[in-house]
């Protein structure tokens, strides 16, 4: 695992492998930035020529290796390129995905020291979580394929900067928000065979245990006493029977309480509905929602915010079997409610329904539900965007805030009302699915809003598209599980504690 710390020894005589400078784009080629002028000055100008010799431009994440030819303690500088330089700073996701391209770049280093332009406590920590995300990479299943690889680097020290409180929170918090996410990932990449409903409540249990919150599991008879309709008859057709599992993190001096609902499908082949081949290779991914609610309230509760958070993992395998819900069954919801299934691959909005009515019971004054849900979010928003949907336009203005502040894309997407028709049942309360394909997306979002109970501010995101990167890792992105939502969740926690929400 990588650490990130703060060094006062100065750039040429930190003893490390590599030293990591940074270049702005200039009129002419690329021209080092702040914090390089003595690198380049112990180098009588070699640095700045040879970039010049190069054809370097400084664009964004370009990199460049140049030795030092024993001017420095390192024998390597890596010069790498932040783009146009801004007269109020580098934005914080910029510095994110720099972070992310150096942290790929220093793979198999022990120990690099970075000299960059990082203007206050917040831009250290972007860059610093940046890194600690791009050094990211899922190992637990190579064996020979392991051989060749290199590990992530081992400590990056930043340099020429002051050491104060703000600056040690930031790279604290950095560590922390990065940590969740990475568990958020592993989580989301394990196979299906090792990670079922009952292995993921287990790994909750372990998780609170370390990280200072409390878990209570509910077990299949426990469900089926208490009536959880929903999450029983998604779990019915597998012989992996469904949990529920309630977080719990309290902050003596909190006033108010968010309830984070996720979506745990361990693995969705779509049940008697069954998905078309090449649909289902990545479904082990469709516990995403799950994955970045229990990531969020680990980093609250390690920070220790000021903010009651209820956390819910609504977990089932959703499979083909003479078990499974068929389409035309009607389900009980908890507390209820009657729903018709007209497709059993819409089945993350049954366990979902179950798991916002229960959150509810507990009076939070807000919730947000999470969930790899729809297709239809994909269509509209791409791969690399998620959806907001909310019964609030303050509040889902409030999550959109958060989001594009932690560095998270999203989009507010509307719920509008003439379309609660299309899911009227002849025999049940609703059907889970619309008459049409079209706008599924809030089709899925209206059916969710019925659930949610009167007097809260509730907000749902659909993370279908950016919660599995099947692209080549990039930035600070990984390949496979990117733990999305996760630094989303973490910054509405915060805003709220700050009294900003």
Excluded at 92 to 99: F, N, P, Q, W
Excluded at 152 to 160: Q, T
Aim: aromatic share 4%; charged share 20%; with cysteine.
């Amino acid at each position: 695992m990588t650490t990130l710390s703060i060094g006062s020894t100065a750039a040429l005589s930190l003893r490390a492998d590599v030293l990591v400078i940074g270049a702005v784009k200039g009129k002419d080629g690329a021209v080092l930035a702040e914090g390089a002028e003595s690198v380049d000055a112990a180098l009588d100008g070699r640095l700045t020529a040879t970039l010049s010799a190069v054809d370097a431009t400084g664009a964004e994440g370009e990199l460049h290796r140049v030795p030092t030819f024993g001017a420095a303690k390192a024998p390597l500088v890596l010069v790498v390129g932040l783009g146009e330089q801004p007269a109020d700073g580098f934005a914080h996701e910029t510095l994110r995905r720099v972070g992310g391209t150096v942290a790929r770049a220093l793979a198999g280093v022990k120990k690099a020291g970075v000299v960059l332009p990082l203007a206050g406590a917040e831009a250290v920590g972007a860059f610093g979580e940046g890194v600690l995300l791009g050094a990211y990479s899922f190992e637990t299943y190579r064996e020979k394929s392991r051989e060749g690889r290199k590990d992530a680097v081992k400590d990056v020290v930043l340099l020429g900067l002051k050491a104060n409180k703000a600056v040690k929170a930031a790279t604290e918090r950095a560590a922390i928000t990065a940590e969740s996410v990475n568990h958020a990932r592993d989580l989301v990449n394990t196979p299906p065979n090792d990670l079922n409903p009952k292995d993921f409540a287990a790994i909750a249990v372990d998780t609170g245990k370390n990280a200072g919150f409390k878990v209570e599991v509910l077990d299949d008879k426990a469900l089926a006493k208490g009536g959880f309709g929903g999450i029983l008859g998604v779990g019915q057709g597998s012989a992996n029977r469904p949990r529920l599992v309630r977080l719990g993190y309290t902050h003596p001096k909190a006033k108010r309480t968010i309830a984070l609902v996720g979506k745990g499908i361990t693995y969705d082949s779509g049940g008697i509905s069954l998905k078309p081949a090449g649909s289902n290779e990545t479904m082990k991914m469709d516990m995403g929602g799950a994955a970045a609610v229990l990531g969020a309230v680990t980093a609250v509760a390690r920070l220790g915010l000021e903010v009651n958070v209820t956390g819910w993992l609504a977990l089932a395998e959703n499979m083909p079997s003479g078990t499974a819900i068929r389409p035309g069954d009607v389900l009980r919801m908890y507390g209820g409610r009657t729903v018709e299934v007209l497709n059993t691959d819409a089945e993350g909005r049954l366990v979902l329904a179950d798991a916002i009515t229960r959150a509810c019971e507990e009076s939070p004054q807000m919730l947000i539900d999470v969930a790899t849900l729809t297709g239809a979010m994909m269509v509209a928003l791409g791969n690399d965007m998620y959806g907001i949907m909310a019964n609030d336009d303050t509040f889902r203005d409030a999550v959109y805030d958060a989001a594009t502040r932690a560095g998270e894309q999203a989009w507010p997407m509307p719920l509008p009302a003439d379309m609660r028709k299309q899911m009227d049942s002849p025999i049940a309360d609703l059907k889970n699915m619309g008459n049409s394909r079209m706008g599924g997306g809030l089709i899925a979002g209206i059916f969710l809003q019925e659930f949610v109970a009167e007097g809260v501010h509730w907000a749902h995101l659909d993370i279908a598209g950016p919660a599995f990167h099947e692209g080549e890792a990039g930035g600070y992105r990984a390949k496979g599980g990117t733990g999305v939502a996760v630094r989303s969740l973490l910054q509405v926690a915060q805003d709220v504690a700050d009294n900003r929400i």
